[in-house]
């Protein structure tokens, strides 16, 4: 019998979203995956600390990106070419919440457009994450622009289907803004 573990389990769901969280945060994707990965030691070191709600635990690895962010801005002295850049002169939560937010909204659209049909599938990944035109994708796969836009109205409906629906269009919104 195949026991799956859960730390496999939990590092299969969140390693791309803290990937992106911290990517957002300083924009070095070598850097980006090293605070994931220093998230995921810093869980399994301090595992039964945390408690076991899913919840708790994807608190505790997002931030621990985060205060590894703060630290690395420290030691590096990054943080003040990052405030002359913004114009800020301190750190600012809200920033780290709205790309935390932006983050699991982004998560949870990938996760649903993984689970439509192939053909389905490739249109809304082409069209929302790639960004080519109806017209480029009709090129591209050899189908029509009808079919293009049925599989596009399919893809949308699961989204909607799944998704809040009063979330939906924010998340709709934050997803095309990554474009």
């Known amino acids: 019998m195949n026991v799956v573990d859960p730390d496999k389990l939990l590092f299969t769901k969140y390693y791309r ?9 300083v924009h070095d994707e070598h850097l980006a995956e090293d605070l994931a990965q220093d998230a995921f030691i810093s869980y399994m070191q301090h595992k039964r600390g945390i408690a076991a709600d899913e919840r708790a635990i ?6 621990s990106v985060k205060f590894a962010v703060y630290n690395l801005n420290r030691k590096n002295k990054t943080m003040k070419r990052f405030w002359n850049r913004t114009g800020f002169e301190e750190a600012d939560d809200m920033d780290y919440e709205h790309e935390l937010i932006r983050t699991e909204f982004s998560r949870m659209i990938h996760e649903t457009i993984a689970t439509l049909p192939e053909g389905c599938r490739r249109v809304m990944t082409m069209s929302y994450v790639d960004g080519y035109s109806n017209e480029e994708i009709s090129e591209q796969l050899e189908i029509s622009l009808n079919t293009i836009k049925t599989h596009k109205k399919r893809g949308l409906h699961v989204l909607r289907s799944k998704l809040r629906p009063d979330y939906f269009s924010v998340a709709l919104a934050l997803f095309l803004s990554d474009l």
Do not use: V
């Open 58 to 63: 994807k608190s505790f690895l997002y931030s």
């Open 17 to 25: 979203a803290l990937c992106h969280f911290a990517w957002q945060l």
